[in-house]
């Protein structure tokens, strides 16, 4: 039972590192040999993490200077009178 589950876990640690990985990150095989859509897939899901981080930070730039524009706003009214 010992040397079993000590084969298992060797066995889980020698693969841990590519199930751990993203897919883009995987490799395809034992060879190294990656194939070309393999690597599209990468940089796409790379570029694709990217646009969707600029899309929030955009949104929030957006936020930041609707409220510092009502806030300049709001202190220009008080001040007016």
Known sequence: MKTSLAILTGLFLTHA???IACVGCRETGLSGNEEPQ???A???LSWGVVGMLSVVLLII???AYYIA???RRLDRQKMAP
């Open 38 to 40: 393999t690597i599209t």
């Open 69 to 71: 524009d009502t806030c």
């Open 61 to 63: 730039t957006g936020l």
């Open 17 to 19: 590192p590519s199930a």
């Open 42 to 44: 990468g940089i796409a």
